[in-house]
Each structure stands twice: as C-alpha cells, then as structure tokens.
C-alpha cells in the first residue's frame, strides 16, 4: 500500500474526514474562545450538513478502500453503509437540538466543548463501523464508540445513578469488547487473516474445527450483541438509559444500535456468504448455523424486553426495555437470511429513528419542567399538555405498531418477509410479543388522560424550537404510515449492494 493509492482512497472516506475535522475544530475553538461556548452545536450542525452531503455522494459509489498486500480492503463504501450513515447523522442532527434546550446539559455548561467533542468521536466511530471490512478496523471502531459514550453517560455526575450508570456502562463494555477481542484472535489464529473477504476465502477452500469456529463467532457476537442490546447481553442498557442524560439515551438507542445492526449484517453475510440464489435469499456456509442462532437471539430479545417493561415505573427505563424488544423484532429480519429480509430491517430503522427520538424528545420537554421521569407522575397531565399529549401519542403508537403510522408499516414488512421465508412460527411469536407491548405503551397514555387527579398539574410549555421538531419526527410517520412507498424504495436501492 503506497502513498500514491492512500492518498487515493482518501475519497472513499471524505465524510469521516468531515466528522474528524469538525470534532478537531470543536476542539480548538473551545480551546481559545472559552467563553462563547454557545457556539459549539451550530459548529456541529454545520460538520454534519458537510458530512451528509458527503454521504449523499457516496450513494451509488462501491469500492473498496486501504487494500491490503492479498488484495482486500480494510474499508468498504457501498450503498448499505450509506444508509446507516445516514440514520446516524439524521440521529445527531436531533440529539443536537435535544442538548441545546436540555437542562441536563445546561448543568454541564462549562463542559460543553467536551460533550460536542466526545459526541463526534462517537459518531466516527459509527461511521467506520458502518464500513469496516476488516476485525481489526472494526474493533478499533467500536472501541472507540464504547470509550466516548462511556464518557457521555456520566456526563452529569450529579446524581447517585447518573454515576452508577457510567460505572456498569465501563464494566459490561469492557467484558464484552475482551470476549470480541478473543473472538477475533482465535478467527486470525485459524485463518491468518482479519479481513472478511479473505476469511470468506480461506474457509470456502478448506476445513476448520468446528468447536472453535463456532466459539470465535460467538465471541464476536458477544460484542455485537452488546452494541444492539440483544438478550443476555443486555444488562446494562436500563440503568445506562436510565441514568444517562435524556440526549445520550435518545442517541445511543438509535445510532448505536444502527450502528451494530450494520456491522452484524456484514460479519454474517460477507464472512460466511456461499452465494446468492436468484430470489436473494442467502446460501450460507454450514460451518455455523447462523439462522438457528439468530432466531433463538431475536425470541429471548423481544421478549425478554416486552416482559421486562411491563413492570417500570420510570419512562426513560421503560423505553429502555422497549429498544431491547425492538432490536429482536430486528433481528428477525436477519434471521430470514434474505435480501428482502435487510429491507425490512431498513424500513424499520426509519420508522424507529422517528418515533424513540419523538419520544424521548417529549420526555425531556416534560422532564425539564416537572424534573421527573416517573410514569405516575405523568397522570393528569394531558389536560396540560395537549400538543404534547398528542404527539406522544403518536410516537407510542407507532411503536406498538398499529396503522396507520410508519411503525406499522415497519412490522408488516418483517411479518411478510417471514412468512416468504417460511418462518410462521416465529411470525406468530412476534406478533405475540407485539401484543404484550401494547400494555405498557398504552399505561403512559392511560396516566396522561383517564386518571383523574385533584391537584391542578402545571403547564408545560414548548418552545418554538422544540414544537417544530416534534413535528418534523411526527409528520413522517403519519405521512409514512399511508404512503410508504419512498421508504421501501429506499430501503431496496440501499439493500441491493452489501459491498460483496
């Protein structure tokens, strides 16, 4: 790899460099303008309106970046990781919003110049994440998410369980980044390579043991597992959302998550890829049985989340089980082991990017004013809140799934593809598992509207800023609800190109 093709395959990663000079510029100008601090989220919507014509650009564009001495990238630019680039840049924008008019951050005013720049180096580190060819690329990517966020949640350190929230974040990610790390080097051990099209090489070519093939996947999987909030690897996801500032639980739900699912996808689909049948369903290796796994992991999911939420009390917790059970509602995607599978799982990333910022956005309004998160303390509150009110109302319902809003649209999308690919039983255990959500979605309205209270609740109010924000995301899903074809369209263009 000279100087020459480097300076070549620079192109392939202008938005990163976008992302990487901006969080450089953070940096400076809070270094030598200390005090106009306010300055810092409109130098970052800027980055970002920068990086997301970058990533427009990209559409279309496949290639391979960094080539390796074998032939193979360390990065891979595609349509697939352009998408995800997109829903985490469109999960920045908001978050951004979120913390100009959060009282949380506001309380960190001091260290604003920190919170934007540990910001963007989570989202470089999504953004190579989203176009990692390569374990060792891939791992640096995460590790270098994990050690931003961890940083972000404990922001505040002002309460008990904001400290608390941290500590657990550190602990889990640490255990599970080691259990990948082993993971990798047992898979380098075996097939003396870390990037994926050479692994998918060598283990068409030859025999492996089988145990350790399958140990070194599941280590990998661990630490994906971890990213996406998958069962058993969820434990710290309540507490972390809980305890976090309201701004980094919106953002580690939707783009952290985006941001595994993508890397997920690749490591199955590139590293065990056999061929693709004329139907686009996938003909993988058996070395692992990756579908059995992934229909097991997606049922202890979605279910262990749905169950879990019945019994919050606190919103932020609640939602936070509700991203569980919707990280195995995506799975199931996955698990049909096609391509209309991963345009499911597409469709449904903008619907949920719509509606968990929507609704964690209406948490912070009202946490803001009445400085509670507490289901009960929402009761009576409708009466006082009546655009709110609303608007929740929408956000929840699109998360249960029902019509005629995008998060309806989401599910029938995962349900057909299951059904094409003969999967009824899981089907049915999805649509079950919807079912129960629709108890502890509809508990918050119940508290909102059908609960009389006899002390009068405050107004709440919401800022012009913040109300046209609200019906940004709101609007969508309304309008996605009835006229879907621009997502799926979408979703097919992206799914098309896996960079194989």
């Not at 601090?37 to 800027?46: A, E, G, H």
């Not at 309106?49 to 496949?62: G, K, N, R």
């Not at 970046?65 to 469109?90: C, H, P, Q, Y």
């Not at 082991?337 to 912070?364: K, P």
């Amino acid at each position: 790899m000279n100087l020459e093709h480097i300076i070549s395959d620079l192109v392939f990663v202008k938005p990163e460099l976008a992302i990487s000079v901006t969080l450089v510029l953070i940096v400076l100008v809070d270094l030598i303008f200390k005090e106009h601090k306010k300055v810092l989220p409109y130098i970052s919507i800027l980055g970002l309106l920068f990086t997301t014509i970058f990533v427009i650009e990209q559409f279309d564009i496949s290639g391979h970046a960094f080539k390796t001495s074998a032939g193979a990238g360390l990065v891979t630019v595609d349509n697939f990781g352009s998408f995800f680039k997109i829903i985490v840049l469109f999960a920045s924008f908001v978050v951004i919003f979120f913390s100009i008019n959060s009282s949380e951050i506001e309380l960190v005013k001091d260290r604003h110049g920190e919170y934007y720049t540990l910001l963007f180096g989570m989202i470089l580190g999504m953004f190579m994440m989203s176009s990692s060819a390569d374990l060792i690329v891939l791992y640096l990517s995460i590790e270098l998410l994990s050690l931003s966020s961890y940083i972000l949640v404990g922001m505040l350190k002002d309460t008990i369980r904001n400290s608390e929230a941290s500590l657990k974040y550190v602990i889990y990610g640490g255990v599970s980044s080691g259990i990948m790390l082993f993971g990798i080097s047992l898979i380098y051990g075996i097939t003396g390579s870390t990037n994926l099209y050479d692994i998918n090489t060598i283990i068409q070519g030859q025999n492996f043991p089988f145990l350790i093939f399958l140990l070194s996947g599941l280590f990998v999987l661990v630490g994906l597992g971890f990213k996406i909030s998958a069962a058993p690897f969820h434990f710290w996801t309540p507490d972390v959302y809980e305890g976090a500032p309201i701004p980094i639980t919106a953002y580690l739900s939707v783009a952290s998550k985006a941001a595994g699912f993508v890397v997920l996808i690749r490591f199955v689909k590139i590293t065990f890829i056999d061929g693709v049948d004329e139907h686009g369903n996938w003909q993988l290796l058996s070395i692992i049985d990756w579908q059995s796994i992934i229909i097991l992991l997606s049922i202890l999911t979605m279910t262990l989340g749905n169950f879990a939420a019945l019994w919050q009390d606190n919103l932020k917790r609640m939602l936070a089980y509700s991203t569980i059970a919707h990280a195995g509602y995506m799975l199931l995607g996955l698990a049909v082991m096609s391509e209309e599978g991963i345009m499911a799982i597409m469709v449904y990333f903008i619907a949920y990017a719509l509606m968990n910022l929507g609704a964690f956005l209406v948490v912070m309004i009202v946490a803001n004013k009445i400085g509670s998160e507490e289901i009960d303390d929402y009761k009576g509150l409708g009466k006082s809140m009546p655009f709110l009110g609303i608007l929740l109302a929408i956000f929840l319902v699109s998360l249960i799934g029902v019509p005629p809003t995008a998060g309806f649209i989401a599910k029938v999308m995962l349900f057909i593809s299951l059904v094409d690919a003969n999967l009824i039983t899981l089907a049915i255990i999805a649509l079950l598992n919807t079912v129960v959500s629709l108890y502890y979605y509809i508990r918050v309205l119940k508290n909102l509207y059908l609960i009389k209270v006899e002390e009068e609740k405050p107004d709440i109010p919401v800022s012009f800023a913040n109300g046209i924000l609200l019906v940004i995301l709101a609007a969508p899903i309304l309008i996605f609800g009835i006229y879907f074809t621009p997502i799926i369209n979408f979703a097919k263009e992206s799914a098309t190109i896996l960079g194989f």
